[in-house]
């Protein structure tokens, strides 16, 4: 098992966590892009659009918004495609699209706090269960690292459209707001908001 083979009701029976929809997850304050990400998005944005494919939306939308999210915040490190591996016989294990980790160590992670996963088919809600697989992992990563994260955050995203989820003790949110690529600097806020709250 891996991380993409998760259901809603496995994750529910499985590690006993609740699933509650919410409005305004986070709280957030816009953050200025730098001309660099402008005109990257600006460039990227009709090709990944036309392409259409997840690989262009990951290299053209979603990992520049991530590496400029790593400028502002430095003390985060960012992984992708990294391979995952934290409890096998609970089917933690595989390959993550995107973790952020609250360390500046860009070699190994060392305190994963955001899950981001790519919505396949751009299908947000059939993504949840793959990110909050991916968020377990992470909580159970820092449990055995010690290191006292209580809120793991998710996000899954077609790079167009970004939704925000959050695992606290045996609940998880999941924000019915679709934020949008544009503005990105209320993009920028809520990805912000996902690092600066531990």
């Known amino acids: 098992m891996a991380y993409s083979d998760f259901t809603q009701a496995t994750l529910e029976t499985k590690f006993n966590l609740e699933f509650v929809q919410v409005q305004g997850l986070l709280e957030h304050e816009s953050v200025t892009a730098s001309d ?7 460039r990227n944005l009709s090709l990944a659009i036309a392409i259409n494919t997840e690989k262009a939306r990951s290299e053209l939308l979603i990992a520049p918004m991530l590496v400029e999210l790593k400028e502002i915040y430095p003390q985060v490190s960012l992984f992708s495609g990294t391979e995952f591996n934290v409890d096998s016989s609970a089917g933690l294990n595989g390959f993550c699209d995107f973790l952020l980790s609250q360390s ?38 820092n449990d055995r690292h010690q290191n006292n994260i209580p809120k793991i955050y998710g996000i899954i995203t077609t790079g167009s459209i970004w939704r925000f989820l959050m695992l606290y003790e045996r609940q998880i ?26």
């Open 104 to 141: 500046a160590d860009q070699i190994n992670i060392r305190a994963p706090v955001v899950a981001l996963v790519e919505a396949k088919k751009e299908d947000l809600n059939q993504a949840i269960p793959q990110c909050v697989a991916s968020m377990l992992a992470a909580r159970i990563f």
């Open 173 to 198: 949110k999941i924000d019915l707001n679709e934020i949008y690529l544009k503005p990105l600097e209320n993009l920028l806020g809520y990805l912000g908001a996902t690092v600066r709250s531990q």
């Open 36 to 42: 660099y990400l402008q005109q990257t998005i600006q």
